[in-house]
């Protein structure tokens, strides 16, 4: 099992990214899949999370409201983080994870396997 968080950058502010987190072998859908942020010298933090097709609701924390979505393609076996109107406290490492159950919902109880993580880096 492998998750692969990707996408990160240099970017000013205002402006856009895109992460994706694709999976190896297990298929996306079955999972609730998380995003989380680190920024330097700070905790991590959940951003966003999307269910399992089962369910298929997701969230964003208020901090990101309006500005991230998070999204799935089934067919690349691929969960996206649109990130829009970047700010400078968006800087952080971001990581995608994969809820430990089958068919859970947001958020998991807990999650199994993380992302190697993906640096975002937005300057003012």
């Known amino acids: 099992v492998q998750l692969q968080a990707s996408g990160g950058g240099l970017v000013q502010a205002g402006g856009s990214l895109r992460l994706s987190c694709t999976a190896s072998?297990?298929?996306?859908?079955?999972?609730?899949i998380g995003w989380f942020r680190q920024a330097p010298g700070k905790e991590r933090e959940g951003v966003a999370c999307?269910?399992?097709?089962?369910?298929?609701?997701?969230y964003v924390v208020d901090s990101v409201k309006g500005r991230f979505t998070v999204s799935r393609d089934s067919a690349k076996n691929t969960v996206y983080l649109q990130m829009n109107s970047l700010k400078p406290e968006d800087t952080a490492v971001y990581y995608c994870?994969?809820?430990?159950?089958?068919?859970?919902?947001?958020?998991?109880?807990?999650?199994?396997?993380w992302g190697q993580g993906t640096l975002v880096t937005v300057s003012s």
């Open positions: 994870a994969r809820g430990r159950r089958p068919g859970d919902s947001c958020p998991p109880l807990a999650y199994d396997y």
């Open positions: 999307i269910s399992s097709s089962d369910d298929d609701s997701s």
């Open positions: 072998r297990f298929a996306l859908d079955y999972y609730a």
